[in-house]
């Protein structure tokens, strides 16, 4: 089992930053792929990033150049940096880790374990 808890979201200016963790329990990470994915209201769960056990990683289109997604091994944590949000980057942010085999890891069936979500929202 890997329990993940999710924190760092808040309110913010449209052109802010903020800075998520996602920091995991029952197991080491380092093996994993971990990934971040994000539900506005009304809208399907989308892929923001992922990073592979290699260090690796892969970021949507919409969020490529402004977030970037980092691990910590030794704290068991995974990050998610985002600079220059957008209102439209409002929504709930899901951490998620891949205890199985992933092949780019962008879906979300990929990942077996999910956080509780943190709640990010960008004012304009």
């Known amino acids: 089992q890997v329990q993940l808890v999710e924190s760092g979201g808040g309110l913010v200016q449209a052109g802010g930053s903020l800075r998520l963790s996602c920091a995991a329990s029952g197991r080491t990470l380092t093996s994993y792929a971990m990934g971040w994915f994000r539900q506005a209201p009304g809208k399907d769960r989308e892929f923001v990033a992922t990073?592979?056990?290699?260090?690796?990683?892969y970021h949507a289109d919409s969020v490529k150049g402004r977030f970037t997604i980092s691990r910590d091994n030794a704290k068991n944590t995974v990050y998610l940096q985002m600079n220059s949000l957008k209102p439209e980057d409002t929504a709930v942010y899901y951490c998620?880790?891949?205890?199985?085999?992933?092949?780019?890891?962008?879906?979300?069936?990929?990942?077996?374990?999910w956080g509780q979500g943190t709640q990010v929202t960008v004012s304009s």
């Open positions: 998620a880790c891949a205890v199985g085999f992933v092949t780019l890891g962008t879906r979300s069936y990929e990942y077996e374990y």
């Open positions: 990073i592979k056990a290699s260090g690796s990683t």
